[in-house]
Nanobody, 123 residues
Framework: QVQLVESGGGLVQAGGSLRLSCAGS????????MGWFRQAPGKEREFVTA????????YYVDSVKGRFTISRDNTKNTVYLQMNSLKPEDTAVYVCNADYSLRRVQIGESDYWGQGTQVTVSS
């Protein structure tokens, strides 16, 4: 069993930065690909980014490429999402997820999900 807990959300002005963290429990953490989804009010949940279990491969939705960076530290059982040049349209609840399958992480059919952290970008 894996539990995921996000932190680092908050209110920031457009152009600013935030770093989200997703801390995982369980000895299998380093074996799991992980990702981030977001959901804005009135919109469907959207894939943002994913990272392989080793951290060697990363994937991003086009709208965040060049602005967001996902990374992980398996010694700390933590995945990070560095968000730079934030825009008002990035406002959403950000949720991390994990699964043995990278594909399931990317399409949002993961076995493990966090509770989410709110990111609000003001214009």
């Amino acid at each position: 069993q894996v539990q995921l807990v996000e932190s680092g959300g908050g209110l920031v002005q457009a152009g600013g930065s935030l770093r989200l963290s997703c801390a995982g429990s369980g000895r299998i953490f380093s074996s799991l690909p992980m990702g981030w989804f977001r959901q804005a009010p009135g919109k469907e949940r959207e894939f943002v980014t994913a990272i392989s279990s080793s951290g060697a491969s990363t994937y991003y939705v086009d709208s965040v490429k060049g602005r967001f960076t996902i990374s992980r530290d398996n010694t700390k059982n933590t995945v990070y999402l560095q968000m730079n040049s934030l825009k008002p349209e990035d406002t959403a609840v950000y949720v991390c997820n994990a699964d043995y399958s990278l594909r399931r992480v990317q399409i949002g059919e993961s076995d493990y999900w966090g509770q989410g952290t709110q990111v609000t970008v003001s214009s």
